[in-house]
Every structure is written in structure tokens, then in C-alpha cells.
């Protein structure tokens, strides 16, 4: 009875109908995150070629990925406000950013032009989260919501692991420019593919002035002036710091101090990404039984600690098991972490805008810890210490998690009680 109660409420306010419509939404959508992970993975794939060929430093390549977190923050914010007023039909952008940042990547010579590709990468990869949340909470009735993120946000676990698994095939026979170029035409297909989708291409619909410039500019307003909204991008930036550093540097991590091949580090690295294609799901079925606050402030927690022991890790089969450990809480935390969302604006029209902050400040916040990851091997000259230094570095990001979740916390209570303050008064 309760699926013919969804599948009346689908057909009548929802572009969705059915449940295997659902589904193809959320797949489709998870084909573009997808990409954007895979984009995000690809340096760990070609780390070696640009330090020996090309000549980068260790800080050089970190700065490359920072580069691209931190445009993938910068185009979080615009791309949610202007996704309230155009909605999918924006990921016409994004893959089109993929596209182009990947051929100028895959055609330069130097870091000038390595640069300018990642940033274009990082503006495409931006964009998805940012576009995909109004488009779903559009298309889809609220009780479907929970089933579409846990496919949707499969798709960074299923980016990586492609990445990493693939990749490397395709760079030691073409280089770093046969990688980048695959990711082209990946960007390309994923591209076209979304768009066929009807409630991609469909505008959203909210009252008369609320996605006008003055209306967009008065939500905007309201998700920045939010506490709630702007403490879970804190929390967002602290833990994905952590992720985004992992990924960078464990595959040097596992050749300097374990002596892993390069094919076998990248290979052992891409069982993060199969922990995270796992995690996500269970973190939005966690939430469900536990509750979304409990499921953050652990998955947080868990991270940062095994995230502290790689740098002492005895070999490289320790290693290993706290990449997985990591990379599995470093998804668990975001279904729920992305579904508080909705709970803590006060439109819907602000969804768009308030998943645009949030990923600005998630991105654009972890854009720094690669970098200084990097810096970290420089001074140190890759030694024990240096990664230990960096590993602990990345683990601090985890802290200041923690304490954002206890101020989380608090203004959830003081909003609690302002709303039933309210209702009193009402009475």
C-alpha cells in the first residue's frame, strides 16, 4: 500500500512516476559524478610520469590538485544558485568542463597548461552535487530521496575505483595524455547520456519571483546568514581534506617507504575506492537506524585515527587495510551529511544554493591539505617523518570535524527551541 501511496503521489506532483524511473534518474546522475571522480583520481595515475618527464616537484603536482579542489569550490555556490532557476539542464556545463579541461591537460607540455586543464576539470566537478540535489528533491517524492543519494553518491567509490584500476593500463601504453583523453570522451558520452533524461532537462518549478534575480539573491542571502547550512560546509571541508590527501599521496607513500611497484601501490590505492562505493550506501542506511547526527561524528572519528596510523604503518598489507578503513568513513558521513540539507533551509528553492555552499566550502576548504601534504615531502625529502608529518596533518582536518559537529549540535538545539518558542505563540 505504501509503494501505491508513492507511486500516486509521483504521478501526481512528481516528473518521476515510477520507481525504475527513479533509478535511472539516480544512475544516470551517478554516471556524472562518476566522471567527476575519475577526474579528481587521475593524478595519483600519472604522479611518476610528470615527476621524472616532465620535471614537477612534489609540491608542484599537490598544487595541481589543490588547483582543482579549489575551483570545484568556487563553482559549487554559482552553479546550486543557478540550478534553483535552470536545473539539470546546467550539466550540459559541467561535461563540457570535462571535456575541455581534459584535451588542454592532455595537449600541455608544462604546468601552465596543467594548470588551466585542472582548474576547467575542477569547475566541471563542481557542479555535479550542486545540480543533482534540486534536480532530485524536483523530480523525485521525499520518501524515494534516500534510495536515489545511496545510488548517486556510489558513484565517487565507482569513480575511483575506475580510475585506479583502468587508468593505469591506459597511461603505461599512451601516457598521461592517452588518460586525460579517455576522460574527454568519458565526460563527452556521460554528457549526452544525462541529457536525454526528461527531468534533467526540465526547469524546476517554484512560486512566482522565487528564482528571479532578486529572488535567487534573497536565498542565496539566507544560506549564507544560515548557521546550520554553513557548519555542515565546515564539517564537509575538514573531511574531505582528509579523503582528497589519502588518495594524492598514499600511492608515492606505498613506493618510497614499502617498496611497492608503481602499478601495485595505484592498484592497492583503488580498494579506497571500492570502500567508498560501499560506504555510501551504508551511511544512508546507518542514518536511518541511528540517525544522521551519530553516523557523522563517527565516521569523522574513525578516519581521522586510522587516517594518523598509515604514516607508522608497519608494511605495506597495514597500509592497505587503513586506506579501505578510510576510505569506507570517508563516505559513510556524506548521505547523511547531504540529506540534513533539506532540514536546515527554510525553502525549497534554497536546496540549490545551500548544496552550492556546502560544496564550495567542502572543496574549496580541502583545497590546501594535498599541498601542504607535498610541502611536507619537500622539506622532509621523503622520509619516514615527512609522512608521518603529513599523515597527522591530514588527521588535525578531522578534528576540527569534530568540534563543527558539537556546534552543529548546539544550533540544532537552538533551533529547536526557537521553532517551538514560535508555535507557542501561535497557540
Request: proline residues 4%.
Amino acid at each position: 500500500m505504501e509503494d501505491s501511496g508513492a507511486e500516486a503521489a509521483a504521478e501526481s506532483r512528481y516528473q518521476v512516476r515510477t520507481r525504475w524511473e527513479a533509478d535511472l534518474l539516480a544512475v544516470t546522475l551517478m554516471l556524472v559524478f562518476v566522471t567527476g571522480a575519475v577526474t579528481l583520481s587521475l593524478l595519483a595515475v600519472v604522479t611518476t610520469q610528470l615527476s621524472s618527464e616532465i620535471g614537477l616537484s612534489d609540491a608542484q603536482i599537490g598544487l595541481l590538485t589543490s588547483v582543482f579542489m579549489g575551483f570545484y569550490g568556487v563553482s559549487g555556490i554559482t552553479s546550486g544558485i543557478v540550478a534553483a532557476r535552470w536545473g539539470g539542464r546546467l550539466i550540459a556545463v559541467t561535461c563540457g568542463c570535462f571535456v575541455v579541461g581534459s584535451l588542454i591537460f592532455a595537449l600541455s607540455s608544462g604546468m601552465a597548461g596543467f594548470l588551466v586543464g585542472r582548474a576547467i576539470q575542477g569547475l566541471g566537478g563542481g557542479m555535479v552535487i550542486a545540480i543533482c540535489s534540486p534536480v532530485l528533491a524536483h523530480s523525485l517524492p521525499p520518501a524515494w530521496l534516500d534510495r536515489a543519494w545511496g545510488i548517486l553518491g556510489s558513484g565517487w567509490g565507482l569513480g575511483t575505483v575506475a580510475a585506479l584500476l583502468i587508468m593505469p593500463s591506459i597511461q603505461k601504453v599512451g601516457g598521461y595524455r592517452a588518460v586525460f583523453l579517455t576522460t574527454a570522451a568519458l565526460g563527452l558520452v556521460v554528457g549526452v547520456a544525462a541529457l536525454l533524461q526528461r527531468p534533467v532537462r526540465a526547469r524546476p518549478i517554484h512560486p512566482e519571483g522565487a528564482t528571479t534575480v532578486r529572488g535567487l539573491a534573497r536565498a542565496t542571502a539566507a544560506v549564507v546568514t544560515n548557521r546550520r547550512v554553513l557548519i555542515l560546509g565546515l564539517i564537509n571541508a575538514a573531511a574531505l581534506a582528509t579523503g582528497v590527501g589519502i588518495l594524492q599521496w598514499t600511492p608515492q607513500f606505498l613506493q618510497d617507504l614499502h617498496g611497492s611497484s608503481e602499478a601495485v601501490s595505484v592498484y592497492l590505492v583503488a580498494g579506497l575506492g571500492a570502500a567508498q562505493l560501499v560506504g555510501n550506501p551504508l551511511g544512508a542506511a546507518a542514518s536511518s537506524r541511528w540517525g544522521k547526527f551519530a553516523v557523522i561524528v563517527w565516521s569523522i572519528a574513525v578516519m581521522l585515527l586510522v587516517t594518523a596510523a598509515v604514516g607508522i604503518s608497519p608494511g605495506a598489507a597495514v597500509a592497505f587495510v587503513l586506506v579501505l578503513l578510510a576510505g569506507f568513513f570517508s563516505m559513510t558521513y556524506f548521505p547523511p551529511m547531504i540529506s540534513y540539507i533539506p532540514e536546515v533551509v527554510t525553502e525549497p528553492w534554497q536546496v540549490g544554493p545551500a548544496t552550492g555552499v556546502n560544496t564550495a566550502m567542502g572543496f574549496a576548504g580541502s583545497m590546501i591539505a594535498p599541498w601542504l601534504f607535498g610541502l611536507f615531502l619537500d622539506v622532509g625529502e621523503r622520509s619516514r617523518g615527512a609522512y608521518i608529518s603529513g599523515y597527522l596533518m591530514l588527521a588535525v582536518f578531522g578534528v576540527a570535524a569534530l568540534v563543527g559537529m558539537a556546534f552543529f549540535r548546539k544550533a540544532r538545539a537552538q533551533a529547536g527551541t526557537t521553532r517551538r518558542a514560535q508555535s507557542g505563540t501561535t497557540r
